[in-house]
Nanobody, 126 residues
Framework: QVQLVESGGGLVQAGGSLRLSCAASGLSFNMYAMGWFRQAPGKEREFVVIIGWSPGSTYYADSVKGRFTISRDNANNMVYLQMNSLKPEDTAVYYC???????????????????WGKGTLVTVSS
């Protein structure tokens, strides 16, 4: 019933930009914190950024701070990830996730999230 669908991934050169989108359905969007996570081949899924019920409440991983920006559009049940100054180490499958409580926000961890999209691949070439 709950669906999160990511889009916007692709192949870009180092230093380039991409914007990822996540369309949510089947949930009361305004009541969920929304996050982005990523998983590189052979690596564990890692936290990237989360945005709370209030669009002004955000928390970024140090690895992306200053380069990535999360935003949400509650009227249209959308969350976005603007990625600038991309590096080869940003290459990963990027996942949109939703937290119905507070665990995801407080933990900044995939284990705190309740719903997941299928992911979109971002490849950054050198």
């Amino acid at each position: 019933q709950v669906q999160l669908v990511e889009s916007g991934g692709g192949l870009v050169q180092a230093g380039g930009s991409l914007r990822l989108s996540c369309a949510a359905s089947g949930l009361s969007f305004n009541m969920y914190a929304m996050g982005w996570f990523r998983q590189a081949p052979g690596k564990e899924r890692e936290f990237v950024v989360i945005i709370g019920w209030s669009p002004g409440s955000t928390y970024y991983a140090d690895s992306v701070k200053g380069r990535f920006t999360i935003s949400r559009d509650n009227a249209n049940n959308m969350v976005y990830l603007q990625m600038n100054s991309l590096k080869p180490e940003d290459t990963a499958v990027y996942y949109c996730a939703a937290d119905r409580g507070t665990a995801g926000w407080r933990m900044a961890s995939s284990s705190g999230m309740d719903y997941w999209g299928k992911g979109t691949l971002v490849t950054v070439s050198s």
